[in-house]
């Protein structure tokens, strides 16, 4: 084991989380990787189980628990939310438009960070408004890179098409007129994690009158590079 931290439970339960790093293991092979008795391994597995640090396979055998990627993705937020605010600022000032950051929760969105246009008729959607997954640009970012059987089930009853996802993905943002509020647009981007992964999306929105009926064309660029900041900003957070 590496020298300790002077905390004897924690470095011997730290133990038992990296033997696991390597895949699923029975109590033996746990034993054999951390160097502990076996007592003391099958107490710490079965205490880090009840904590939903560890969990099982089908077959019986440890492995790592789902309270590790729900740590890992309240930091990968935490991080997100941090960077937000003047990559948002600055997309706000680029467009003239207001700026948002979604996630997706379910069958629906939520924004997690907004820059306002401060004057003028604008679209204003407060941080923790949930919208959802059936219309806007937004929705189709956070579903266009979904698994297809995942993707095929967004659709139903959705006011885009699987043409608009496959268009989505390759321009690299979205857009739309009127489709989750009569006279608004809006252009999205999606934010990406490790692996590529979607983790958000980077919208404006704004009056069609400004905006016109293809903002994409005038403000598909911008989202798309604001978007991609956020993206970077996580990977060097990470």
């Not at 993905?169 to 489709?179: F, H, K, M, P, Y």
């Not at 989202?223 to 993206?231: E, F, K, N, S, Y």
């Amino acid at each position: 084991m590496d020298k300790g931290s002077g905390v004897g439970v924690l470095d011997k339960a730290s133990a038992v989380l990296g033997a696991l790093e390597a895949g699923p293991a029975t109590l033996a092979q746990l034993v054999a990787a951390t160097g502990l008795a076996r007592p003391t391994v099958h107490r710490l597995a079965v205490a880090l189980e009840h904590h939903r640090l560890v969990g099982r396979d089908m077959q019986g055998r440890f492995v790592l628990g789902p309270r590790l990627a729900e740590l890992a993705a309240a930091a990968g937020e935490d991080r997100l939310l941090a960077a937000a605010g003047l990559v948002l600022t600055a997309l706000r000032d680029q467009t003239g438009e207001s700026a948002q950051l979604y996630r997706r929760q379910g069958d629906l969105r939520v924004c997690v960070a907004t820059a306002e246009r401060p004057m003028g008729l604008r679209d204003s959607i407060p941080v923790g408004t949930t919208l959802t997954m059936l219309a806007g640009s937004a929705a189709q970012v956070l579903l266009a890179w979904e698994e297809p059987d995942r993707l095929y089930r967004g659709l139903t009853g959705a006011r885009f098409t699987a043409t608009t996802l496959s268009a989505v993905r390759r321009r690299g943002w979205a857009q739309s007129v009127g489709e989750r509020e009569p006279g608004v647009a809006s252009v999205s981007a999606p934010v990406r994690g490790p692996s590529s992964r979607i983790l958000a999306a980077v919208s404006i929105s704004g009056p069609i009158e400004r905006l016109t009926r293809q903002p994409g064309r005038l403000h598909g660029a911008a989202v798309a590079a604001a978007a991609d900041r956020l993206t970077e900003a996580l990977r060097r957070s990470g």
